[in-house]
Each structure stands twice: as C-alpha cells, then as structure tokens.
C-alpha cells in the first residue's frame, strides 16, 4: 500500500523586509490587500528579500526530510510556513493530519505556576482536550522525571529541568506530521537520549521535517534532504551523504591555512604530501595507503632544532588524532637556514572525507610552543563508503565456525 | 479516518461566511484552551498579590470616590442624577471600567500571547475568548460589589434588575467588537495601545458615567449623539430599576454591533498570520 501524502509543498516562496518600520508599513498593507484577497502576484518591494524561494517538495508517512543549510539561509521560516504560522507569498502548502511542532518546548508555561498546573496549560496549548491530559498527566510526570518538584512554582526551574516538562508534554502528542527544530540540544545527555528514543518510536508512523546543524543525526534519521541557501534549495534529494557533502564544501571556501600562535623565532615556508598533486589545494589520498608528508620550516632565531608534532582535525573541528613522529633529533642549528622535514605516515585508517592537519613546532614534545599553524595540508580520504565516525578500521574475516 | 487536510497560501478564496463558520469552530474548540489560559492568568495575578481581587475595582472605585468628594464639598456643581450621587458614581465607574476591560481585552490577550504566537499553532481564536473569560470573572466581581451597594445605600431591588446582564452583555459585544478591529494594527504599532487609555479617559467624559447629561448645552448634544451613552445609562437604569433612556438608540447600537462582532472575529481570523510574520521577522 502507498504510504500517504501529508505534505506537499508546491513552489512556496515568502519575503522579509529588511527595515523594521518598512516593515511594519508593509504589515498595514498586507492588512489591506489580504481583505480583498490577495489575488495579485506579490512582487519584490524596496528593502525586501526572498527568505524563501520556490520551495517543492512532497513528504509520505514515515519518511522524515532533513533541511539544513546556514544560519539565516531561511530553514525556520520554511518551518513556520509548513505549520502555518505565516502564509507564504507565492505557491501552496497542504498539508494532511494533525501537526506536531517542536519547535519550542513550554508554550504557556507561566513561571508563577505550578510544574502541574503549568502540565495543563502547555498541554492545551498543543491541542489536548482536558481529558487527555488529566488521562497522560502521570506518564508525563513520570517521563520529565522531576516528580519531587511538580508541586513547586516553576520559576524556580532549572533551564533544563523546564525543557525536560516541556518535551514530556510533547512526546504526548501523536501527529501525523511532526516538525522539529533544535529544541533538544539543552537538557543533560541522559534526557537527549530519551527524546531520541520517543522520536524514533514516532518516525514511523509520521512525516518528520527536521531541522539541524547535526549531521550525524541528519544522516541517522533523515531519508531525503534539502540544502538552503540564501532561502532557495541548492541541493535536494534522497542521497543524503551527497547533500550533507555539499553542506560541508560551502564552509570549503575559507580554506586557508592560519596561523594560531608565533614567537617568530620559526615559520613554516611550505607543506605538502610527497607525490601527490594537490586539486584546490587539497591532497587526494586512498584510504588505508602510506604517506609521506614534507614540510620546510624557516629557523630564525633558534639553535637548537624544534620538535614536531602534528594534530588531525576533521570537518566539524573535532580534533580526530595527534601525530608525535618518532625519530626526532634535537641537535644544534644555525640561524636564518630552511630546514626541510620529511614524515612517513603509515596505513592511514581515516574515514572517507576531508581532514585538516595542524603543525606545531615546540621546544619539547607539549612543552614550550613556537609556532601552531591550522589547516597547513588539507587531506582527503578516498573510500567508496560514507562514514560518521573518523576511523574506518582495517578488518578481514579470517573464518566461520558453524 | 479521515485526516483533516489544511491548505496555506497566499490568496484568500473563502467567503466571509465559510471563514466565520472556521472561526466560531475553532472557537467551540478552543473553549479548554481558552479556559485554562484565563484561570492561568488569573491564578498567577492573584497568586502573586495580598490584595489580589481588590485590584480588579480599585480604579474604578477610586474614581468615583474623586468625584463623590469633588461634588460633596461643592467644588463643582453637577446636575441633579435622581439617584444617591454617590451609587451614581460608583455603579458609573464600575460599568465604564467592564467597558474599557472589555475594550483592551483583544489586544491584552493577543500582545501577552505574542511570543508562542510565532512558534506555535493554536486557535488564536482562544486568546479572545480567554480574554472573555477573564473579563466576565471581574465583572461578577464588580457586580457584586454594585449589589453591596444597592444595600448600602438603601436602593430598593427592581425586577429590572434581571436584565442587567443582558445590557452588559451588549455592552460588553460592542466594545469587544471595537476591541478586536484596533488589535491587528495594535500589534504593530505600539502607538495604538498608548493611545487607547487617553481616548478612553476622554470618552468618559463625555459619557454619562460620573455625571449625568446636562440640561443644556454643546455637551448634551455629545452626550446624546455618543453610542456609549444609551448603553451606560441603561446599564445603570436597570440596575436600579430607573426607566430606560434612548431605548430606540440603544437596540440600535446593539444591532449593529452583533453582526460587526462577527465580522471583526473574522478580521482577526485573517489578519493574524500577517501580524505574526511582522513580529518575528
């Protein structure tokens, strides 16, 4: 059986202005035009911008649509189209079934209010009758896990401990179309967790848009994806990886190495993998092959040698390996000379993607920095397999036992 | 089971009726909504005072009382009332303040509910009624303190009296209905909710609220021509069991006000998507 069709989007765009009080003039003659119908095509006015810009999609029950993109590349006001906050100002959104919204958890929270009494208010808000809620109000309880405190005025609420009654409330709802935006990045590791958990349970049984700067879990729970930029799609379809990809390559662009910390007493004149040419700068490498790296490091004020060591970052900025090669003599040298280094880098069992190497000169292994620089080579690792962990270790089967 | 199937966009093909219908549905649903925002409200005010309830008629009451002192010392000279002065006073005050609470109301609620407005879809339609709601919860307060002073000041009760909520409902319609027309452009402008205060301060006044209509004079014509006169006057006529005033003028004015309550709560219906997308662009 086909799945049903709960949201279809057919070329929505929706415009902002940039001037407050242009803005709000503008409001007063949307008031205006919206009386008589609004039949008009809407152009572009002055100091206006599409936030939003011909936007298609469709969306069955059960799969769930990534959308990233930029700060300000117009995810949440797609978001707050689709839950039909704000109208847009061309094309058409329809939608089937009852609409779930994470998007701010303890609407109508009031802090004088009891943790309870605020239970039915929230509740409300999101659509329960008053008896479901007094039929849900334990499981609720029992989910925020904050019993002891359910009598007290809310006010005096932790900021997690709101967020965990918030989303206890919310994982009550059973919507057809669930919307999430990052509301779950507060609360404690324990409570991400469990709101995961009560997503999963309900990714199967709805449509999902979900907004997120989380790649691993766009590519965990998202089977099609759409990349924003500057309100239109740039990118769209079920090849996740290929979108989180192109995510990934718009940051691309600021790749140049630079430069955290000098003494001045060294600095690095070249760097760069050893047979290999670079595409943009970047050096293509298989996985799980050998490398030999090749920097030249100009002495200015030392006479003794330095010690290197290097650092692996990957995409996100999480530092992945350090690299303290061995063999390293710190012998007396002269001054104003360009040392050339030569490392050997064997069996490398980094994941498919692009890491950036650090280099740092110091006087001893972590001791006495003279010189940090990030992204001196750009590497990438060549594997037909997408990862979201930074190793991908090398493995045979050996034999079966039946 | 059917899934209900909402359609967002720009034109707006639905007649008045087809929307009012929307509306008074999504208001008929919202009734729990709208409830437990008013007993939120109202808890969280009182919860949170020592003299909670006082507060709701303490203005009104205030008012009067200048007035009671202003006329009883001889300071000013105001035409014969044919009641107590002082019951004039106070059951004047306390019927122009359900007017005004009743006024402000849409455009109270709504400003209070700005911030889950723009992140959360819900029957804006409860913010009004919540606004009801509290509304009525200080009225009874207010009527009965006017039943407390019937007693006091000796004012024999009147059958009439039965019909008191029925002009305070009209009352309250047309004033709810101008209300709900100023909240859109309220929302944007500030200006709108600093102004209303003033305009109300003037329309007192020319309102037969702490003083009755002059004999003569460019006043009595305001008086007479106002649309609050007949409904603040009646309010307080059959309260006391006085004959009713500008009775033709009155049915008018309620006449007139119920289909514009109906078209106003659609007005509201349509505008507020645009109101949202200002506030949090």
């Known amino acids: 059986m086909e799945k049903d069709l709960l949201i279809r989007v057919e070329n929505v765009s929706k415009k902002f202005c940039k001037d407050l009080k242009l803005s709000l003039w503008y409001g007063v003659k949307d008031l205006a035009s919206n009386l008589s119908g609004n039949k008009t095509q809407r152009k572009l006015r002055p100091k206006e911008f599409w936030a939003v810009k011909s936007i298609n999609f469709e969306l069955r029950r059960g799969e769930c649509l990534g959308l990233i993109g930029h700060n300000g590349a117009g995810k949440s006001t797609l978001l707050k189209l689709l839950n039909g906050l704000i109208q847009p100002d061309e094309g058409k959104i329809t939608i089937r079934g009852r609409v779930g919204a994470l998007i701010e958890l303890g609407a109508g929270f009031n802090p004088i209010l009891t943790g309870r009494e605020n239970i039915y208010n929230n509740g409300a808000v999101l659509g329960f009758t008053k008896e479901e809620i007094d039929s849900k109000i334990e499981k609720i309880i029992e989910f925020s896990e904050i019993r002891d405190f359910i009598d007290s005025p809310v006010q005096n609420y932790s900021s997690g401990m709101k967020v965990r009654l918030g989303f206890a409330v919310a994982a009550q709802m059973e919507p057809d179309v669930l919307i999430i935006d990052e509301v779950l990045a507060v609360g404690d590791l324990g409570f991400v967790l469990k709101c995961f958990k009560t997503i999963d349970v309900m990714l199967p049984n709805t449509a999902v848009v979900f907004v997120s700067h989380n790649m691993p879990m766009v590519s965990r729970i998202c089977n099609t994806i759409i990349l924003m930029e500057r309100g239109e799609a740039v990118f769209q379809g079920e090849d996740v990886s290929k979108g989180i990809d192109s995510y990934y390559n718009k940051f691309m662009t600021s790749d140049d190495s630079n430069l955290v910390y000098s003494d001045d007493t060294v600095s690095l004149v070249s760097a760069s993998v050893e047979g290999v040419t670079p595409v943009d700068s970047v050096y293509n490498v298989k996985w799980g092959t050998s490398i030999r790296l090749s920097f030249k490091l100009k002495n200015i004020g030392l006479d003794k040698m330095p010690y290197i060591s290097l650092a692996v970052y990957d995409k996100e900025q999480r530092a992945v390996a350090e690299i303290y090669p061995e063999g390293q003599d710190l012998k007396s040298i002269e001054k104003d000379r360009v040392i050339g280094f030569s490392f050997s880098l064997k069996n490398l069992y980094l994941s498919k993607g692009i890491y950036y190497l650090t280099f740092n000169a110091s006087e001893e292994p972590s001791f006495n920095m003279y010189y940090k620089i990030h992204k001196a080579i750009t590497i990438k690792i060549e594997h037909d397999k997408q990862m979201w962990t930074p190793f991908l270790l090398d493995s045979k089967l050996i034999s079966t036992t039946i | ?281």
């Open chain 2, 1 to 281: 089971m059917a899934l209900e199937t909402k359609i967002y966009q720009k034109e707006n093909n639905k007649s008045i009726f087809k929307l009012l219908g929307e509306s008074l549905k999504d208001t008929y649903q919202s009734l729990f909504l709208a409830r437990q925002l008013a007993v939120r409200d109202i808890k969280a005010q009182y919860r949170q005072s020592y003299l909670g309830i006082l507060w709701a008629f303490i203005t009104p009451l205030t008012t009067a009382l200048v007035w009671i002192f202003l006329n009883s010392s001889g300071t000013i000279k105001l035409t014969d009332t044919g009641i107590s002065y002082a019951f004039y006073a106070f059951s004047g005050a306390l019927i122009w303040s359900i007017l005004t609470e009743a006024l402000k109301s849409p455009i109270t609620s709504t400003v209070a509910a700005k911030s889950i407005m723009s992140k959360i879809n819900f029957p804006k339609e409860a913010l009004i009624v919540s606004g009801i709601f509290k509304m009525l919860f200080n009225t009874a307060i207010k009527v009965i303190i006017l039943v407390v002073f019937l007693f006091v000041f000796k004012i024999e009760l009147s059958w009439s009296l039965a019909f008191f909520p029925l002009v305070i409902l009209g009352l309250a319609i047309f004033a709810t209905t101008i209300g709900l027309f100023i909240t859109p452009l309220g929302l944007l402008y500030k200006d709108v909710s600093k102004a209303i205060p003033i305009i109300l301060q003037l329309l007192m006044y020319m309102t037969p609220v702490v003083y009755a209509i002059p004999k003569t004079g460019i006043m009595k014509t305001i008086m007479e021509a106002n649309p609050l006169t007949p409904l603040v006057l009646n309010a307080r006529n059959v309260f006391v069991g006085l004959e009713l005033q500008f009775v033709e003028y009155s049915l008018w004015v309620i006449g007139i006000s119920v289909p514009l309550f109906f078209i106003s709560l659609v007005f509201y219906r349509v505008s507020i998507p645009i109101i949202v997308e200002r506030m949090s662009a």
